[in-house]
């Protein structure tokens, strides 16, 4: 039977999208049992402008499957494209009304009965794996039978709903064929439609997980049990992606990869004797399964990043979640994470429906300090409420519908920014379905304000991170009530409503925090840490693009030295480097005495130096503008610094100091 396997259509600009590694491997499968699959990506066709985005976007959706002239529609639909996947159904269904449709996911397993009870387009649902479960039906029906006996599928027969029993989890995934990537469209189409600057491809590494975490669904799709694949297949899947479809990059998809020490260090051995340490690889972890012999391998093997799943800086929300993590380790973890060259990625969740305004405040607070300690990436997010979960159990009766969470982002297909009425009117009318799109009230704030924390406090944590702590210990505030002072002030400066951009941040913080902040005996270096993370922000703006052309070397005689265009410079009334690192230590002391300190912000590759220079140094940048030759400001800045130095030996001093600034690639030339 011929059998059109679809990704449906989503779209979200901040992110991109890779080939969909699981219909890739359900058409393999179907192939070895005779079948002949196509695969359409629409997401894909989304982004190449293809599927355009308007209010049309599902009819022509259903009219590329239908042009494929299929016996079987099979639907892998995740949380956020359930409605485009019954919209898509329901089309294909009414123009052809003898083509089979199935849906499988995540989602579609733990809603299957209510699926095909409330969606009579659908015929049929497969449940968690597919890859046995997908090709034993498509064999009975092009046989003439119906999904009886077969395990995993729910199925309409009739006006009844049939739900057959459980298919047991593969024992050994490496039963499973490699993956025909031919079925997909080739990587480097992926990275041209996402304008990626290089081809990332995903890799199933494993699957499954042992936790009871109240917000996910993997434990309960996976049965609490995990499998990883055998180490030998993935070099040499990844080997096969990198030499027939120059994959430079690679997701591995297993949340729990480093939950098998043995595992993972034979993972990290055999890609580099495999000469795979060159392409870079981003994984999941928890912070109580790697420590730095473990990290400095993974760096060694090419890990570029990693995502640390946090979740709370509040005991009592952690226990809530059943989340047995110590965060204790976290500060530690991270710096350790760093210091291999790892860029983190910190996921953390606000507002769970227990949690009161303390428990939101330590998170922020946790996520404040990564950002104090720096060389991470925070994530801020509402919880999302997913079928199969405890959350689901638990809070269906509760959810309402006031703002999105992330996941619940990617289907506003109108052309204008928003969800088309047909979607909004299916997932008003169905909660239980739909409920990712739904929320749970909170104690402790309101959702509008936990949906503000969630996409703006990020902007703060990268880039006033020590200041706005700092501020918030001054005042003796919590850093919630605190954010929603600052937004209130940008708000009225910007008058373009509650929304917040690293521009806007940049602009109002500085002014917002001196404002608000009334130095007496305490707390009076603040104001120069908000100038010295302002310097931070400066430096690393990019500069102005370099002069091209020829160089006038008849001019070149007038020229003296000058800095680089990113470089800032500064003087502050306080050992500035003494307090920072007192912070990132986690010490926030109100007192320190004054100590003059001369800083240069410079942006080194995608490192910002900060380096502290003295007086005379900050003086000698401060006049190498390009347009003031050596010999000048030699003059200018004997009086003050080369008191009872002879001329000559002075004009050496500042010789040496122009050649050491330019070796810290502070300046760009010094032509005398």
Request: aromatic share 10%; with cysteine.
């Amino acid at each position: 039977m011929k059998v059109a396997l679809v990704f449906p259509p989503f779209f979200h600009a901040s992110m991109y999208n890779l080939p969909p590694l699981g219909l890739v491997l359900l058409g393999t499968m179907l192939q070895r049992s005779g079948h002949q699959p196509v695969l359409l990506d629409q997401v894909l066709e989304v982004r190449k402008g293809h599927l355009p985005l308007s209010n049309e976007i599902y009819r022509h959706a259903a009219r590329e499957i239908l042009a494929t002239r299929p016996d079987v529609v099979a639907f892998s639909a995740q949380c956020a494209t359930y409605p485009p996947t019954l919209q898509i159904a329901r089309l294909v269904k009414r123009e052809s009304s003898g083509i089979r449709v199935i849906i499988g996911g995540h989602n579609a397993t733990f809603v299957a009965r209510q699926t095909l009870e409330r969606h009579p387009y659908v015929d049929a649902v497969v449940r968690g794996e597919g890859e046995k479960t997908l090709p034993a039906l498509i064999d009975a029906w092009q046989d003439g039978a119906s999904g009886a006996g077969i395990l995993g599928v729910t199925w309409r027969d009739g006006d009844q709903i049939v739900e057959e029993e459980d298919r047991g989890l593969i024992p050994d995934l490496a039963d499973l064929p490699f993956p025909d990537y031919s079925l997909a469209p080739d990587l480097e189409s992926y990275r041209e439609a996402c304008q990626l600057p290089r081809s990332i491809a995903i890799l199933e590494v494993g699957r499954g997980c042992t936790h009871s975490c109240v917000y996910c669904s993997e434990a309960a799709l996976w049965r609490r049990r995990c499998r990883t694949y055998p180490v030998p297949r993935l070099v040499k899947e990844m080997l096969m992606l990198r030499d027939t479809q120059g994959a430079d990059c690679f997701l591995l998809a297993y949340d729990q990869f480093t939950a098998d020490r043995r595992f993972v260090n034979e993972f990290c051995e055999s890609m580099i004797e495999a000469g795979l340490q060159r392409q870079s690889w981003y994984c999941i972890s928890r912070l109580d399964t790697v420590d730095r012999d473990l990290l400095r391998l993974m760096r060694e093997a090419g890990c570029e990043s990693m995502c640390y799943g946090i979740d709370s800086g509040s005991e009592r929300t952690l226990a809530f979640i059943r989340k047995k993590i110590d965060v204790s380790i976290l500060q530690q973890r991270v710096t350790e994470t760093t210091e291999q060259g790892l860029v983190p990625t910190l996921s953390f969740v606000v507002g769970f429906p227990e949690e009161e305004r303390s428990d939101v405040d330590a998170t922020l607070e946790l996520a404040l300090m990564t950002g104090v300690r720096g060389n991470s990436n925070p994530l801020l997010q509402i919880p999302t409420v997913l079928p199969g979960t405890e959350l689901h159990h638990r809070y269906l009766p509760d959810l309402v519908r006031q703002v999105d969470s992330y996941f619940a982002l990617g289907i506003e297909f109108s052309g204008e920014g928003e969800r088309l009425p047909e979607d909004e009117a299916m997932i008003d009318a169905d909660p239980e379905l739909f409920s990712s799109f739904y929320n749970l009230p909170c104690a402790g704030l309101e959702l509008y304000e936990l949906d503000l924390v969630a996409n703006y406090f990020p902007l703060l944590i990268n880039l006033f991170p020590k200041s706005f702590l700092l501020l918030c210990k001054a005042l003796d505030e919590s850093p919630s009530r605190l954010f929603e002072e600052f937004l209130d002030a940008a708000d009225a400066a910007e008058r373009s409503g509650p929304e917040l951009t690293p521009q806007a941040c940049y602009r109002h913080f500085p002014t917002f925090a001196t404002e608000r902040f009334y130095a007496e005996s305490t707390w009076r270096h603040l104001p120069d840490v908000v100038r010295y993370e302002t310097c931070c922000i400066e430096a690393a703006r990019p500069g102005p693009p370099a002069a091209t052309g020829n160089v006038d070397l008849s001019e070149s005689a007038n020229v003296g030295p000058q800095r680089r265009p990113s470089i800032v410079l500064d003087r502050f009334d306080f050992d500035l480097p003494f307090i920072v690192t007192d912070m990132q230590q986690g010490y926030f002391h109100d007192r320190y005495g004054r100590q003059e300190s001369w800083l240069v912000f410079h942006q080194v590759g995608e490192q910002l130096e900060v380096s502290a220079i003295n007086q005379f140094g900050h003086d000698l940048l401060d006049l190498c503008d390009g347009s003031v030759k050596l010999d000048a400001i030699v003059d200018a800045l004997y009086r003050q610094y080369g008191s009872g130095m002879p001329c000559g030996e002075f004009a050496a001093d500042c010789r040496e100091a122009v050649a050491t600034f330019e070796q810290m690639l502070l300046l760009q030339s010094s032509i005398s």
